[in-house]
DNA sequence: CGCCAGATCCACT
DNA sequence: GTGGATCTGGCGG
């Protein structure tokens, strides 16, 4: 194993979340491992990005964007749900990469009973809030450094993604959201899923 | 299958 | 007060 180091989020979030297809989430919860491969992202960059939670501004909420890359940044949405993202970009430059899907290869035992449906496999972590849930990861991570093991949330190097397997799209659930930043292609996945 | 409404709460206006 | 980077179950075709 080996967890990815702070220069690889320290570039813009487009970069970071093409580059992570592949990588492998892992969580500790204990003393056991959970993880998966990443299948899906989206890239969220500056205030200037309307889709952004910084379009807002700093506020408590966006300040982590705000901060060194290579940290988590965990909010609560639809009165429900959590969605995990990962910092990028310099110190002062708000952006984000959202983790919208992986694929689990470890502790797939744990991720079924932390999801609460009986669906097969894929149904467990193939949406953003599925796989928080599958990983118990809620605001006590928000914040965290992802470029270490101690706070039980990492992300490591997985399986290189060639991107003759790499698709873009829109980015999902930005209903009101104006264009371009609705409909500019900003999200990634892999098409297939990763049985190789 | 696809469509739709309900769930449920926090940050921001 | 409003609406959201969503998911699920129920209902109809």
Request: net charge negative; aromatic share 8%; proline share 6%.
């Amino acid at each position: 194993m080996s967890i990815l180091e702070r220069d690889f989020y320290n570039r813009p979030a487009l970069d970071v979340a093409r580059d992570l297809l592949g990588c492998r989430l892992v969580r500790r919860m204990d003393g056991q491992r959970l993880a998966g491969l990443i299948l899906e992202t989206e890239a969220y960059q500056g205030e200037e990005d309307l889709g952004c939670h910084a379009a807002a501004g700093k506020t408590p909420r966006t300040s982590v964007m705000y901060g060194p890359p290579g940290h988590a940044y965990v909010y609560f949405t639809y009165g429900m749900h959590w969605m995990l993202n990962a910092v990028t970009d310099q110190q002062d430059v708000p952006a984000a990469v959202l983790i919208r899907a992986i694929q689990p290869v470890e502790g797939e035992g744990l991720m079924a009973l932390n999801r609460s449906t009986n669906a097969g496999q894929r149904g467990w972590t193939d949406g953003p809030a599925k796989l928080t849930q599958a990983l118990a990861i809620d605001k006590s991570l928000n914040k965290v450094d992802l470029c270490s093991a101690a706070d039980g949330l990492w992300i490591e190097t997985g399986i290189p993604v060639p991107d003759s397997r790499v698709e873009r799209s829109g980015r999902i659930g930005l209903n009101s959201v104006p264009e371009p930043w609705r409909s500019i292609p900003w999200r990634f996945n892999v098409s297939g899923g990763l049985n190789d």
